[in-house]
């Protein structure tokens, strides 16, 4: 199987980054840490700008730098794409110059992408003959995103690119993330400080604390871990891969399917049997020891809990499995000890509100 193994030790006067870890050889990886966890730090050991003692980088069987010291390639000789906060594009060349920089870099026999496709997948095709300054903040993103899809990376590594966007631009770039998510090839490791970000597009994740990873794992396990931060968050939540089964015309709904029953949601534009992420954070989940028949809330499913943890000091946090996916619920204590709720209980989980990630 593809993957992309690495190993780090680097020591400056008041941080230590200590990390070692593999993670899959496609989709999105997502890197994920408070400020000053290391992030940037360990991108940089990635990319060749720092020499990380024993630092060991093998990108889907490529070995950038080994243990013995004797290999550590430099930055342009590591095939990677990076796509900054800011986009950095060349101010003096129009979009199609800045995409033929990173294209004509690249021989014709090791390209791995198209460049129409690149174009189509950004959404630039009417923006090419337009300079940077004619640009809004996040069609320059998308410049950037596709410029740096042109050099054919091995690895592309995006640091915060949505950081310096005002929310609209946010909303308006994440569904060509998602796009590319679903169609590239190419892995992708992406820096973000947004649990919603990270539910929305990475299928894995490193979560890093103090130069220390403190777990890795697919996004929605490391999300609804009890031991970990990110469950304990005011936006904790659980992703879920749904996939559309049909339509209500009547009520304007779309059902979509997961392992645990049927979402109903508002009306989707989407056809019988696309897929569907779906976020449901654990402050819209309550539970109920019967299946409730007068409620207004049209999601209601069986779930087993296998964990409970205090949140604070009113709030407890529950694992619940429905069917084989995981879900968080965060209700009061009172309610807890009034259902005498206990591991290993049958419940029903009500889903107050679902939101759609793609
Ligand atoms: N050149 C340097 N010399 C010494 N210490 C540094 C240097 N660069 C960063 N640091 C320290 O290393 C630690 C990790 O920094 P890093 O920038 O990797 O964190 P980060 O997780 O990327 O933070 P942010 O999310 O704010 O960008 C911080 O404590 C920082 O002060």
Redesign the pocket.
Known sequence: MSSIRARFTLS????CLETDFEIPGKGVTALF?Q???????LLRCLAGLERAKDGLVVVNGECWQDESNKLFLPIYQRSLGYVFQDARLFPHLNVQRNLEYGWKRILPGQRRVIYKNVVEWLGLEHLLKRTPEKLSGGEKQRVSIARALLTSPQLLIMDEPLASLDSVAKAEILPYLEKLHQTLSIPVLYVSHSLEEVARLADFMLLLKSGKLIASGKTTEVMTRLDLPLSHLDEACASINTTVVGHDETYNLTNVEFSGGTISVSRLTKKTGDSVRVQILAKDVSLTMVKPQQTSILNVFEACIIEISDDNSSKVLIKLTVGKDLLLARITRKSLILLGLSPGQKIFAQVKSVALLS
Do not use: L
């Open positions: 400056r006067s008041e941080f840490g400020s000053g966890s290391g992030k940037t730090t």
